[in-house]
């Protein structure tokens, strides 16, 4: 008796879609709008560093890092040329990553020290990093204007994670004055006159803590002015704040 012939194959299924903070982080590394970042975004990415000669650099925005549901927000400032702006990583591959996930890992927030690239298996438990400009500027400096333009990106990643963010650390002055008129945008309460930037500074946003923190850069680590006992310290207090201990 002949055998009945095959079932055809079943067709593949569909990719699973894309949750909203991955769709804006595509939507984000795609972005050209500041034509002083793209031109020296990508000539950092063709011309490299020597110690970097054999990477392939990112060359494009950095979108945010952590979980869609991170009840604790850490916002920096801008990319590094040969840290972010070559990995495609926040705060990855340079010396200023190397003191913030260290005290992450210290406080319990990352399961490794180390962030070296964007396939090295890191987590973060509970945080999400963003930044107030997602292209790597020249001297580290963006121009105000290239803030208010990238803003937009930010307000849309904050109202995403508005229902489970509890707090918030802002590393450095620059991202404390961008971050304040994103998180109003964003629905939070933001009080008049604006708080002051101070590393330690605390202010209730009516259900966001929000605290200042010096910026991790090279400047300010090895001068002393952050050590990384005071880093733990924000990040502890600011992990209580939200519920993460």
């Avoid at 101070?198 to 400047?219: E, K, M, P, Y």
Wanted: glycine share 8%; charged share 20%.
């Amino acid at each position: 008796m002949p055998h009945p012939p095959p079932s055809p194959p079943s067709p593949p299924s569909p990719p699973a879609p894309l949750d909203p903070l991955a769709r804006l982080d595509q939507r984000v590394s795609a972005c050209r709008a500041c034509p002083r970042l793209v031109a020296w975004r990508e000539e950092v990415a063709r011309t490299k560093r020597a110690a970097f000669a054999d990477w392939t650099y990112w060359g494009r925005p950095v979108p945010g890092f952590g979980p869609p549901d991170a009840p604790l927000l850490i916002i920096g400032l801008a990319p590094a040329a040969h840290g972010g702006n070559r990995t495609g990583r926040m705060f990855t591959g340079d010396r200023s990553g190397d003191v913030l996930y260290q005290a992450l890992y210290d406080v319990g927030l990352a399961s490794q020290p180390t962030s070296e690239r964007i396939d090295d298996g890191l987590e973060l438990y509970g945080v999400r990093i963003t930044a107030p400009v997602h292209c790597a500027p020249p001297d580290n400096k963006p121009t105000p204007g290239e803030r208010d333009t990238c803003r937009s990106w930010l307000v849309e990643e904050l109202t995403l994670l508005r229902p489970t963010a509890r707090a918030a650390v802002v590393l450095g002055a620059f991202g404390w004055q961008a971050a304040l008129p994103a998180l109003a945008e964003a629905g939070w309460s933001v009080p008049r006159p604006r708080p002051a930037f101070a590393h330690g500074t605390r202010v209730d946003l009516d259900g966001l803590d929000l605290f200042g923190c010096f910026h991790v850069s090279q400047r300010n680590t090895f001068t002393g002015r952050l050590t990384p006992e005071m880093l733990r310290d924000v990040l502890r207090t600011a992990a209580e704040a939200a519920g993460l201990r």
